[in-house]
């Protein structure tokens, strides 16, 4: 009897930890695509669009590339943020979402530069949940890397923003994909 009640425990921790936490992030792969027609692009590889034509996204102008410059890191689609359009300042993208106030959550994207050559320094960019703000530096062309990081939400609405930070006028920069914001779990006792 005692065996089968440790069994059991043993078990149902272990299938507790098991479980995936949902993403909280509508359309993070940019893999729902506008049934609208695009403001612009070249209709094969890249299709600009209002953020709003995005399923679950606001802000500026968005490009949706796809087979190009490099592949999607998910899926056959990926975001860059410093999209076509007259944009005067920053570009700037956001997700609100409906978190636990409290709860851990972590943080994860895949991003990518642009341009090479010197130029990459320019393509940093912010982002920030709640009180939490990082700048992403680190770029490199035709390749995926990824960001992942953790904080605790403040309220029961959180808004997840990615800003570029431009040094100059420009709408080349900033590959965004696979983004999701999921609940890590309390340490069972």
Excluded: C, M
């Excluded at 995005?54 to 999209?83: F, K, M, V």
């Excluded at 359009?85 to 609100?96: E, K, L, V």
């Excluded at 130029?119 to 703000?133: G, H, I, R, Y």
């Amino acid at each position: 009897n005692k065996l089968l009640k440790t069994i059991l425990s043993i078990s149902l921790i272990g299938g507790l930890s098991g479980q995936a936490s949902a993403n909280l992030i509508t359309n993070g792969g940019f893999e729902d695509i506008p049934t609208s027609s695009p403001i612009g692009g070249d209709n094969s590889t890249w299709f600009i669009y209002a953020a709003s034509q995005i399923n679950g996204w606001e802000g500026d102008n968005l490009e949706l590339w796809t087979n190009r410059n490099p592949d999607a890191s998910e899926g056959d689609y990926h975001a860059e943020l410093n999209a076509d359009g007259q944009n005067a300042g920053d570009w700037i993208i956001f997700h609100t979402f409906d978190p636990i106030a409290g709860n851990t959550y972590s943080v994860f994207f895949a991003y990518s530069a642009r341009r090479g050559s010197g130029a990459a320094s320019s393509e940093v960019f912010n982002v920030t949940v709640d009180s939490f703000n990082w700048s992403i530096e680190d770029h490199a062309t035709g390749i995926w890397k990824t960001f992942t990081s953790t904080f605790i939400a403040d309220d029961t609405s959180a808004t997840l923003t990615f800003s570029s930070v431009v040094p100059y006028s420009g709408t080349l920069g900033n590959f965004i994909d696979d983004v999701k914001v999921t609940d890590v779990p309390a340490p069972s006792t």
